[in-house]
Each structure stands twice: as C-alpha cells, then as structure tokens.
C-alpha cells in the first residue's frame, strides 16, 4: 500500500501563487508516474498536470503558462507550483501516484482545498 501526503492548500488572492507538495511512503516512488487532479462539487475529476518518472511533463491548456509541475525523487515528493491563479482554480486538489508491475496501479491523496478569492 502507498500513502500519499499532501499539504500546501489554503485561500489566496487572485493574481496570487500557491505550491502544493505530495510526499509518497514508499520508495518506489521513482518509478511511478505522478499526477495532480482536481475537482469541484458536481464535476469530474480533472488531469492539472503530469509528470513521467522521467521527468516529462504536461498540463492541461487551462492552467499553461501558469502552473508547473516538478518531482524530486530523493524526497519521495512531486510539486505543484501555481501562479496567477484565478477563482475557476478553486477546486480540491488530489495527488495521483500511478505505477506497473503485474498490472497498473493508482493511489490518491486525501485531497488539499485550494480557494482563490478576493
């Protein structure tokens, strides 16, 4: 089993930045793929970003330009740096760990709130 820990939600201003990180509990974390998702009330969760345990990332066409995704395999962690946040990027944001041995595996964090208000 992988537990994942996320932290670095919170409210924010618009214009403003927020990183949020996810720390995983087990040491295969430099092979997994990782992804930060979100959603609002009454919508589907949404891919934000991804990054390959090669260190290839995309983002969706909503928050390019504006937010970044990184990893640092030593801390078991991947980051998601966010910038000039608007208010339709409030959501609870979910860290996704996917990785394959036998067949494919996905694990969740519990989720962080990320609220962009005046």
């Known amino acids: 089993q992988v537990q994942l820990v996320e932290s670095g939600g919170g409210l924010v201003r618009p214009g403003g930045s927020l990183t949020l990180s996810c720390t995983a509990s087990?040491?295969?974390?430099?092979?997994?793929?990782m992804g930060w998702y979100r959603q609002t009330p009454g919508k589907q969760r949404e891919l934000v970003a991804h990054?390959?345990?090669?260190?290839?990332?995309k983002c969706a066409d909503s928050v390019k330009g504006r937010f970044t995704i990184s990893r640092d395999n030593a801390k078991s962690t991947v980051y998601l740096e966010m910038n000039n946040m608007t208010p339709e990027d409030t959501a609870v944001y979910y860290c996704?760990?996917?990785?394959?041995?036998?067949?494919?595996?996905?694990?969740w964090g519990q989720g962080t709130q990320v609220t962009v208000s005046s």
């Open positions: 996704n760990l996917h990785i394959t041995f036998d067949r494919e595996y996905d694990y």
């Open positions: 087990r040491s295969f974390f430099g092979i997994a793929s």
């Open positions: 990054i390959t345990r090669d260190g290839s990332t």
